[in-house]
């Protein structure tokens, strides 16, 4: 089973940024981690958006505020191709029948 949470050290490794990096976005609220046994962890979610910060930032050296407005952009983007797949999903299913 895959895990849910990592800790800093490992978002460090996959996103392949420093823990300064990571705690820049926590600071500038980019990400939010979460407290669980009174320790810190990322939500994979919080991850993904690390490394699309990471990406952004350091090699197409965009700053954080426009950091800040693509990551929101994209958020916003794959809400509406849920909701696109949902109403698909339901025109599929065929007419309700009362």
Not at 6 to 14: M, N, P
Not at 56 to 66: F, S
């Amino acid at each position: 089973m895959a895990k849910k949470y990592l800790r800093i050290s490992e978002v460090v490794d996959i996103c392949g940024v420093d823990k300064e990096f990571v705690l820049r976005l926590e600071e500038e609220r980019l990400i939010r981690p979460v407290s669980r046994s009174k320790q810190k962890l990322y939500p994979l979610d919080q991850v993904d958006r690390v490394r699309v910060a990471r990406t952004l930032i350091k090699e197409m050296g965009v700053n954080l505020e426009g950091a800040e407005v693509a990551l929101h952009m994209r958020e916003q983007m794959i809400a509406m191709q849920r909701q696109f797949q949902r109403a698909m999903r339901s025109l599929l299913k065929g007419p309700r029948k009362i």
